[in-house]
Every structure is written in structure tokens, then in C-alpha cells.
């Protein structure tokens, strides 16, 4: 049974950071492929960042290059979401995603490709 838990959200002012996390149990993170996606309210779900399973590949949607840093920890089983300089359309609810069996240096862009989810963590940026 896959479980995802998101933690780390909160309330931030504009430029400042936070750090999510996003725990596994049931699975083995260096075998998947992980995204982080955000949904701001009254939005479409969107990507943020993904990394592939073998953990070389990244990806970054335009709004979070060059302030947000997708990383795992395989010891723990835990993916982060660094996001610095944060902005007030960072407003969202952030949930992390990942798929079993991809390609080891394939980093997924679409939302179908995922299997399993969390619930989320909610971040929200004042101005």
C-alpha cells in the first residue's frame, strides 16, 4: 500500500521560504519517478518540478527556475520541494506524485503519468 505524506507548508511572506517534504511508505523512491504539482484555487493542477527515478534529471515549470529545488533522500524515502523567494501566486495547495517502473532517467511532465498521490500541504504567500 502506497502512502504519500506531504508536510512543510504554512504561511510565508512574499521572498521568503519554505521547504516541503514528502514521505513514502510502500514504496522505494529510488524506483520512481516524482513530481511536485500545485493547485491554486480555482486553477488547473499544474507541474512544478519532477525528477527522474535515478535522481540525475530534473525538470522545472518557468515560474520555479531559480527558486525552487526538487531533491530526495532515498535513506529516508522522503522527496523536498526548496522554494525560495517565494511569491504570492506560489499560493497553492503543493502534493507530490510518483510512478513506479519509469524509465531510470526519465523525469514525467504530465499529470496522467502518475499513479499514486498525496494529499497535499497548503502554502500561502502574502504580499
Known amino acids: 500500500h502506497v502512502q504519500l505524506v506531504e508536510s512543510g507548508g504554512g504561511a510565508v511572506q512574499a521572498g521568503g521560504s519554505l521547504r516541503l517534504s514528502c514521505a513514502a511508505s510502500?514504496?522505494?523512491?529510488?524506483?520512481?519517478?516524482i513530481g511536485w504539482f500545485r493547485q491554486a484555487p480555482g486553477k488547473e493542477r499544474e507541474l512544478v518540478a519532477a525528477i527522474s527515478s535515478c535522481g540525475t534529471n530534473t525538470y522545472y515549470a518557468e515560474s520555479a527556475k531559480g527558486r525552487f529545488t526538487i531533491s530526495t533522500d532515498n535513506a529516508k524515502n522522503t522527496v523536498y520541494l526548496q522554494m525560495n523567494s517565494l511569491k504570492p501566486e506560489d499560493t497553492a495547495v503543493y502534493c507530490c506524485a510518483v510512478r513506479y517502473g519509469s524509465s531510470r532517467y526519465r523525469v514525467l511532465t504530465g499529470e496522467a503519468s502518475y499513479d499514486y498521490w498525496g494529499q497535499g500541504t497548503q502554502v500561502t504567500v502574502s504580499s
Open positions: 510502500g514504496v522505494t523512491f529510488s524506483i520512481y519517478a
